[in-house]
């Protein structure tokens, strides 16, 4: 059952005015732009469809369920167990420069808004910053928002941000971008499910493409994104 405060939090985790720098990235977009091998919302789509199913979207997706449970069974080690397998598993310091910086800054907020446990504190030992998703899934637990509507919410929110960088470099209008989202839907749904029931032994993701397009965004001539 989600109650009307832990919709309200909800909305206020995937609004695109939360400070956290989203908006800053482009996950490697504005390199397969300017690169010409995406050039439409066709192309937006098949990319979003494939990293939804394959690639980085359907792994943190999987760790998210396991964070959520480790906080539901008060399992803090477990919490920051997965949030360094997740940094091990980025494909460039790009991806991961960028995860961490918006975790951090995502659970900098918390600690301002939220009772943390101890254990969740950033100032806990740690191997790693905390990653975004992490973070996100550490704020819906304590919210308590159930852990499919918190995993919808995230996805919708990631997919959101990476349709506004291609309406601004493709680019697209406003109303294309609105179709895409709609079209992506069930995509997102499916996800959801495939990450609720994924065991440890499958966790994989396929991001090739991702991680060259990221690690080239630096040497571009002209860059509207940050990475």
């Given at each position: 059952?989600?109650t009307d405060s832990a919709l309200l939090t909800l909305l206020q985790w995937v609004s695109p005015a939360l400070p956290i720098g989203g908006f800053n990235y482009s996950e490697g977009l504005e390199t397969l732009i300017a690169q010409g091998k995406i050039t439409s919302a066709a192309a937006v789509q098949d990319w979003l469809i494939f990293?939804?199913?394959?690639?980085?979207?359907?792994?943190?997706?999987?760790?998210?369920?396991?964070?959520?449970?480790?906080?539901?069974?008060?399992?803090?080690?477990?919490?920051?167990?997965?949030?360094?397998?997740?940094?091990?598993?980025?494909?460039?310091?790009?991806?991961?420069?960028?995860?961490?910086?918006?975790?951090?800054?995502?659970?900098?907020?918390?600690?301002?808004?939220?009772?943390?446990?101890?254990?969740?504190?950033?100032?806990?030992?740690?191997?790693?910053?905390?990653?975004?998703?992490?973070?996100?899934?550490?704020?819906?637990?304590?919210?308590?928002?159930?852990?499919?509507?918190?995993?919808?919410?995230?996805?919708?929110?990631?997919?959101?941000?990476?349709?506004?960088?291609?309406?601004?470099?493709?680019?697209?209008?406003?109303?294309?971008?609105?179709?895409?989202?709609?079209?992506?839907?069930?995509?997102?749904?499916?996800?959801?499910?495939?990450?609720?029931?994924?065991?440890?032994?499958?966790?994989?993701?396929?991001?090739?493409?991702?991680?060259?397009?990221?690690?080239?965004?630096?040497?571009?001539?002209?860059?509207?994104?940050?990475?």
């Open positions: 059952m989600l990293e939804l199913a394959f690639g980085s979207a359907q792994l943190e997706a999987a760790i998210m369920v396991r964070v959520y449970r480790a906080i539901a069974k008060g399992d803090f080690d477990a919490v920051h167990q997965w949030n360094a397998w997740l940094s091990a598993a980025r494909e460039s310091a790009e991806l991961r420069a960028q995860n961490w910086q918006m975790g951090t800054a995502l659970m900098n907020l918390l600690t301002t808004l939220e009772d943390l446990p101890p254990e969740l504190h950033t100032a806990h030992a740690q191997p790693y910053p905390w990653n975004v998703s992490v973070a996100f899934c550490i704020a819906a637990a304590l919210a308590d928002i159930p852990l499919e509507i918190a995993l919808l919410g995230y996805l919708h929110s990631w997919v959101t941000t990476l349709i506004n960088a291609a309406v601004k470099l493709i680019p697209l209008g406003q109303t294309a971008g609105q179709v895409l989202l709609r079209q992506l839907q069930p995509h997102i749904q499916q996800t959801v499910q495939q990450s609720l029931n994924v065991t440890d032994d499958d966790l994989e993701s396929c991001t090739l493409g991702l991680a060259l397009a990221s690690m080239q965004h630096e040497t571009l001539y002209c860059r509207l994104f940050r990475s």
